[in-house]
């Protein structure tokens, strides 16, 4: 399982939210690509951006905050927040970037998914499905609809998406562990690969993840307060994988 440090950017800055709550917001740091720089150093193989006001309000307002993470490293870089439509998910390629998430348009705007993944190629094109108490949320987490993550993720893979990130909103920036069943569920009933986020707090909830069958989990408030040592948690977690 690959772990992937997350990068959440609010106006050029390095932030976490707790859960979501744009109010509730921590600044760690005013220079993204020297954090960016920091993890890789510490054995990242990828990096988790987010554009939060992109997310929040559909306009790219960090774009050039990604493109200097995204020039400055050698790490595939994935990247969530403010798009919307194919042609966004083509100008973040265009720009370097390996993977773009679609969040919000999976719900509002199905066909854009549809048409990134068939310009892009599917490998390029991932999910995000954001869920409280099971319910999918959109616009940066601000509004709850009464689509169920599941039901979400059936659409998707019918339009030809094949990798997801799962998050229980609840947990994220709370340091209160992931929600392992319902990231169990998802994993077991998804056919694709399951990226997981939220919550993470230690190496042995990793580790958990691992053994669940995830693809991925995706670490923020954990590492920008040292509750967790990434390059210890890297080293252990691949240590499971060679085990």
Not at 40 to 60: I, P, Y
Not at 152 to 173: A, N
Not at 202 to 227: C, H, R
């Amino acid at each position: 399982m690959e772990v992937i440090p997350a990068i959440d950017l609010l106006d050029g800055k390095c932030v976490r939210l707790v859960q979501g709550d744009y109010e509730q917001r921590r600044v760690f740091d005013d220079d993204p690509v020297s954090v960016a720089a920091r993890w890789v150093e510490q054995g990242a193989t990828r990096l988790h951006v987010v554009d939060l006001d992109g997310a929040r309000d559909g306009v790219r307002a960090n774009a050039e905050s990604v493109k200097a993470v995204v020039r400055s490293t050698n790490v595939p870089v994935q990247l969530g927040g403010g798009i919307r439509t194919a042609e966004d998910a083509a100008q973040m390629r265009e720009l370097g970037v390996e993977r773009v998430i679609f969040g919000t348009a999976a719900v509002t705007a199905p066909d854009e998914v549809k048409r990134a993944v068939d310009e892009l190629g599917a490998s390029h094109v991932m999910v995000g499905v954001d869920a409280r108490d099971g319910k999918v949320q959109t616009r940066g987490w601000t509004e709850t609809s009464d689509l169920l993550a599941l039901d979400l993720i059936s659409r998707m893979t019918d339009l030809g998406v094949e990798r997801f990130m799962y998050t229980d909103t609840s947990r994220d920036g709370t340091l209160s562990h992931p929600n392992f069943a319902s990231i169990g569920s998802i994993v077991r009933d998804v056919s694709y690969p399951i990226v997981a986020a939220g919550g993470v707090a230690s190496i042995d909830d990793l580790l958990q993840l691992a053994k669940l069958g995830a693809e991925a989990a995706v670490t923020g408030l954990a590492i920008y307060s040292g509750a967790l040592d990434l390059e210890r948690a890297i080293r252990e977690v691949n240590s499971l994988r060679l085990a």
